[in-house]
């Protein structure tokens, strides 16, 4: 039989999720706690997904705003450059900063794939043999998300968003299928790289879900890169005689043929987009009588619980972090006999689509809203006229919304899609967790000429009665 180890806290999988669960359970308490990884400590977001692509997105950006930018000479993007700066971003995929981080924090680092065997008991399969590790109080499965393939693509070796951002072959043609975030963000880099890119979307509308403005502004600024968009379009089959693995970011063997419900699309590589599940399927569930579902549904015991993509909230690193200092405080308080601290029902989800321009979300839609049964007041602004916003480059694309509920003029949600309206967001994620109301919103003066006088003319832009208590 195998040694077991015994911690308070055993943490499954050691992405930004996990390495934040088990930093908030043990932070100024005697608790110990295991964080086993199976792959890289940092996980999918800083090898494979947020910093990688982002590293690749903002020379993009920047390049493009020199376009249209009277009085500057337009930069171009080099290739072999951009793909230097990713990897000088991705430092190599050497974790050991990252393990040196969370020993410093005195968390014990464990390598290897982790299986629930049992109640509290954990199977960790790495170098050295099996062993087994056992949870005074707490497992964790902070596994992440993986991708989902849709069956006629998925015998032809098609490329997933770690073939997009760890790209190292640019494919001369390249068909994306998807139309979320994914797909924008990696068609808005490989055309920068010099792939012909078409976007093949079973939608009527890029970024479904989101205002509906955003998809189309979207679809402007990729159509104006180069890039051909197929809307209510779906990939029915795939032919690939040559498929091979050639490795990541390679293209993965010959030419491919995708089948269309509206005809057939040649390309050199296919980027299969079409959204992740949360990773649950092998991670024991079964041994302590468990589905993923009851996972998904929070229906777990008091020792269990799952946090991050794994958890089916939104997939997001900053909303699943939140969620695991959140966690690790109500593990860390339940363990030592304090009460937890506060945390507000309803926190909304923000979310920076990073494409050029940007798309900016916290809270509801309108439509969310409306849906919601609120009785709702919305503003709309162009970016255009806006002196701060219009001043940012000479074509100013974009437009902002905000959504007020009428009854207490409390903020709903907000979109902004312009350049660099990230930067906008954090105020409206503020006034919706703080319940600003719109009549003290006013009072929070923009500066001069900045693009948050985006902010000002919104809550012009809203009824007059709103601005009373
Ligand atoms: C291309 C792309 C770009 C993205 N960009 C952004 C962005 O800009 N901003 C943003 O907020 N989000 C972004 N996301 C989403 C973000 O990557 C995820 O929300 C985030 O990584 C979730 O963190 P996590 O810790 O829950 O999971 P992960 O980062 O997936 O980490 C889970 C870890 O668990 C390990 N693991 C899994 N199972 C086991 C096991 N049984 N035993 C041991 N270890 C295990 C895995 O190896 C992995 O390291 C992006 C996603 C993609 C695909
Ligand atoms: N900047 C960011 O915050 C960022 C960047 C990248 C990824 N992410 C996260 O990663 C997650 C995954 O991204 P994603 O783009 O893969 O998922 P997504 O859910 O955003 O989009 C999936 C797209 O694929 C389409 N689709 C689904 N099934 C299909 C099928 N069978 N055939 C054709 N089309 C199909 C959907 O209609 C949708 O357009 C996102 O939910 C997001 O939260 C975040």
């Avoid at 940012?392 to 350049?419: E, I, Q, S």
């Amino acid at each position: 039989m195998s040694e077991t180890h015994e911690y308070d806290v055993v943490v499954i999988g050691a992405g930004p999720v996990g390495e934040n669960v088990a930093q908030y359970a043990i932070e100024g308490t005697d608790l110990t706690a295991a964080l086993v990884e199976g792959e890289l400590y940092g996980g999918e977001c800083s090898y494979w997904a947020c910093i990688p692509s982002k590293a690749l997105l903002r020379p993009v950006a920047v390049a493009d705003t020199t376009a249209h930018l009277q009085g500057v000479a337009t930069a171009e993007i080099e290739p072999g450059g951009l793909l230097a700066r990713r990897d000088s971003w991705v430092g190599g995929r050497d974790d050991s900063g990252q393990v040196r981080w969370a020993e410093d924090l005195g968390i014990t680092a464990v390598r290897g794939h982790a299986r629930l065997v049992g109640e509290r008991e954990v199977e960790v399969t790495g170098e050295g043999g099996p062993h087994r590790l056992r949870a005074r109080h707490a497992v964790v499965l902070a596994t992440g998300s993986e991708p989902v393939v849709p069956p006629p693509l998925a015998d032809v070796h098609p490329w997933g968003s770690r073939d997009a951002t760890a790209v190292t072959e640019v494919p001369g043609r390249l068909v994306v299928v998807g139309g979320g975030v994914v797909a924008v963000e990696a068609a808005t880099w490989m055309a920068a790289l010099g792939s012909e890119v078409t976007v093949l979307v079973r939608g009527e509308t890029l970024l479904a879900g989101q205002e509906p403005f955003a998809g189309s502004v979207v679809a402007q600024a990729l159509q104006a890169k180069g890039v051909a968009l197929r809307l209510s379009t779906s990939a029915t089959g795939c032919r690939r005689p040559d498929a091979r693995d050639t490795g990541v970011g390679r293209v993965h063997g010959g030419p491919v043929t995708v089948v269309t419900d509206d005809g057939e699309v040649e390309a050199d590589e296919v980027l299969v987009a079409t959204g992740r599940r949360p990773r649950l399927g092998d991670v024991g569930l079964d041994t302590v009588g468990l589905t993923p579902d009851e996972v998904l549904e929070g229906r777990l015991p008091e020792w269990l619980h799952a946090v991050g993509d794994a958890s089916g909230e939104a997939p997001l690193t900053h909303w699943g972090k939140y969620r695991a200092r959140v966690l690790g405080d109500a593990i860390a308080a339940a363990a030592t006999g304090r009460g937890p601290l506060p945390a507000p029902d309803g926190a909304p989800v923000p979310q920076v689509v990073y494409t050029d321009p940007q798309v900016a979300r916290v809270g509801m839609t309108e439509a969310e809203a409306r849906e919601a049964g609120h009785d709702v007041e919305v503003a709309e602004v162009p970016f255009a006229q806006v002196g701060g916003a219009a001043l940012l480059r000479d074509d100013v694309p974009g437009r902002a919304k905000l959504v007020v509920d009428r009854k207490g003029g409390l903020v709903l949600g907000a979109t902004f899609v312009g350049t660099d309206a990230g930067q906008l967001l954090h105020a409206a994620t503020i006034a919706i967790t703080g319940r600003v109301p719109v009549h003290l919103l006013r009072h929070a003066v923009p500066s001069f000429p900045d693009v948050t006088e985006v902010w000002l003319r919104l809550l012009e832009a809203l009824p007059a009665e709103l601005r009373r208590p």
